[in-house]
Each structure stands twice: as structure tokens, then as C-alpha cells.
Nanobody, 127 residues
């Protein structure tokens, strides 16, 4: 059974940082591109970042470029999202997801192209 578990969310002041983790079981993440998405209250699910299977290629939504960084440790079956210089508009539930297509390149940040999802972790940016 494939399972993704996100962690690392929390309450942080504007300008602060968090590091989100996504740990997988029942699937070898090294075979796939992994996306990060977020959903704020009353809004749709938004693609934030994608990292390729080998970690050599990344993709970011414009509003997070230069602030968020995706990375991965395939030996630990874990993907990370470093969130720096956080803003109140970054407040959302953050999800990781597996793009099940092979090869594991980042094609898009469209949520419907991702197959397996975690339960999400809440990030709240507020003073």
C-alpha cells in the first residue's frame, strides 16, 4: 500500500522558515518525480514545486521562486521542501504527490497529473 506522510508544518512569523518532509512507504520514490502542492481555505489546489526522480531538475511556481527549494534523499525515500522568507499568503495545507509517469521528469504542476497524495501538513504564516 502506497503511503505518503508530510510533516514539518507549523505556525511561523512572516520572514520565517520551515522545512517540510514527505516520507514514502510502499513505493520507491527514486523512480518518480515528486510534486508539492498547497491549498488555502476557499481556494483550489495549487502546484508549488516539482523535483525530478534524480533531483537534478526542479520546477517552481512563480510566486515561490527564490524562496522555496525542493530536494530529495532517495536513500531515505524522502523528499523535502525548504520554505524561506515566508509570507502570509503562503498559508495553506501543503501536500506532496507522486507523478507516476516514467521517466520521472517534471512535466507540469497540474494536480490531476499526480497519482498518490499525502494527507497534508498545515503551514500558517502570521504575526
Amino acid at each position: 500500500q502506497t503511503q505518503l506522510v508530510e510533516s514539518g508544518g507549523g505556525l511561523v512569523q512572516p520572514g520565517g522558515s520551515l522545512r517540510l518532509s514527505c516520507v514514502a512507504s510502499g513505493i520507491t520514490l527514486a523512480d518518480y518525480a515528486i510534486g508539492w502542492f498547497r491549498q488555502a481555505p476557499g481556494k483550489g489546489r495549487e502546484g508549488v514545486s516539482c523535483i525530478s526522480d534524480d533531483g537534478d531538475s526542479t520546477m517552481y511556481e512563480d510566486s515561490v521562486k527564490g524562496r522555496f527549494t525542493a530536494s530529495r534523499d532517495n536513500a531515505k525515500n524522502t523528499v523535502y521542501l525548504q520554505l524561506n522568507n515566508l509570507k502570509p499568503e503562503d498559508t495553506a495545507v501543503y501536500y506532496c504527490a507522486v507523478d507516476g509517469r516514467i521517466p520521472g521528469t517534471c512535466g507540469s504542476l497540474s494536480y490531476w497529473e499526480y497519482d498518490y497524495w499525502g494527507q497534508g501538513t498545515q503551514v500558517t504564516v502570521s504575526s
